[in-house]
């Protein structure tokens, strides 16, 4: 997992937000798994914290304070970086499985469920609007302020949303999961402008190429 095929610097400050859930553009901090071009960009608890400031998990204030505890507390930078891998592949696993119209598996289920009453287990309901909701103090609980609202989304989803809706990028080197909410369920890709298009050129460079073997594609640039 730690593993990153593709160096350069983690973008997880600033991948484009595209699966229009929350807990799905949280999978999305990983591309092209199991292959020659993954790419990692929760490398450390550091970007775990720039990815949730840039999702808007945390406040600008709330995220500050976070950076600043995990450079000083190396268990909590430790254990927040397991624990959000660790979630991210229950996620992404029982998203893949919905996307190929399949049963996720039950032990990522019940991995889910017990990750969230974990973070429940440290969260106040707090008064939102004519409601209220689940909201965690960061001093108190650094992990579960991050991966609480992840995996609130995460459940929200299985249990309220169109599961036919959830599907998986078909381009080459990229596995992002996404929420479709187009209104005849034609969604193909996480970015029409990355995946889509360089499928698009892929076709074009075929046809015009007759059976000559085509360049190897590049992979998610941007991802
Ligand atoms: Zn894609």
């Not at 909590?76 to 660790?86: F, H, K, N, P, T």
């Amino acid at each position: 997992m730690n593993k990153s095929a593709i160096a350069g610097p983690s973008r997880a400050g600033s991948l484009p937000l595209v699966g229009s859930e929350l807990a799905l553009d949280f999978t999305n901090t990983s591309s092209g798994r199991g292959g020659l071009m993954h790419k990692e960009h929760l490398r450390s608890a550091d970007d775990v914290v720039a990815w949730a400031r840039h999702a808007r998990v945390l406040t600008p204030a709330d995220g500050q304070w976070l950076a600043g505890r995990i450079e000083h507390d190396r268990p909590v930078a430790g254990e927040l970086l397991r624990r959000a891998q660790d979630l991210r592949e229950v996620i992404y696993a029982i998203g893949t499985e919905i996307a190929r119209g399949k049963r996720p598996p039950a032990e990522s289920i019940d991995s889910l469920a017990r990750v969230h009453a974990d973070c429940v287990a440290r969260a106040r309901l707090v008064p939102y609007g004519a409601g209220f909701v689940w909201a965690w103090d960061p001093k108190e609980a650094p992990i579960e302020t991050i991966l609480g609202p992840v995996t609130l989304s995460a459940l929200t989803l299985l249990t309220q949303a169109d599961l036919s809706r959830v599907k998986q990028c078909q381009g080459d080197h990229c596995g992002w999961l996404f929420f479709d909410t187009t209104k005849n369920k034609g969604r193909r890709w996480c970015e029409m402008e990355v995946c889509g298009n360089r499928a698009k050129q892929r076709r074009h460079q075929s046809r015009k190429a007759g059976a000559r073997p085509l360049t190897p594609p590049a992979g998610r640039g941007l991802g």
